[in-house]
């Protein structure tokens, strides 16, 4: 039988003749190039790059080596010191988001609607600026549902485009 190259210089690498190799190869055994052992083809991930299939690292070897690779990414962070803007909705947003993480705003869906009463997890409750995003303004909020917050939204845009009309 004529051996391949591969196959020999696979079975140099281990320390093993070429026919213990071929025998465990035959056998449904892989070699993990992590742990030095050989384990059923069933302990190793498929890969469409290798030859046979399958990559040269056993699963948990696999998963070891990309827990100790993982870098957690590092939370963005806002300056909650800097003086408030007038008009920065993100600011705002945030600045409620930073009251109520610390526990000096509850969280709006464990309040009633302002506007309707409602009470209850089947609508989505959220805080509304609803003096607007002047600085001075940014935490006086007011917690509403969904379908009341839109109202405001709407209301507000009509508002604003009676205003605009009449500045016209």
């Known amino acids: ?58 699963k948990e070897c696999a998963r070891v080596r990309r827990r100790n690779n993982y870098k957690q990414n590092p939370p963005k962070k806002m300056n909650c010191n800097s003086p408030p803007r007038d008009g920065d909705k993100i600011q705002a947003r945030y600045s409620v988001r930073h009251q109520i993480r610390n526990g000096k705003l509850p969280h709006a869906q464990t309040l009633p609607c302002t506007d309707c009463g409602h009470i209850g997890h089947d609508l989505l409750h959220e805080y509304d600026h609803y003096l607007g995003y002047a600085g001075i303004n940014h935490l006086n909020v007011q917690c509403v549902c969904n379908p009341c917050h839109r109202k405001r939204e709407q209301q507000r845009r009509k508002q604003q485009q009676i205003g605009n009309a009449y500045q016209s």
């Open 1 to 58: 039988m004529k051996v391949r190259g591969g196959v020999k210089i696979a079975a140099d690498k281990i320390g093993i003749s070429v026919e213990e190799y071929l025998q465990n190869v035959n056998s449904g055994l892989k070699w993990c190039s992590t742990c030095k052992t050989f384990l059923s083809r069933d302990f190793f991930f498929d890969s469409t790059t290798r030859r046979d299939g399958k990559l040269t690292q056993c």
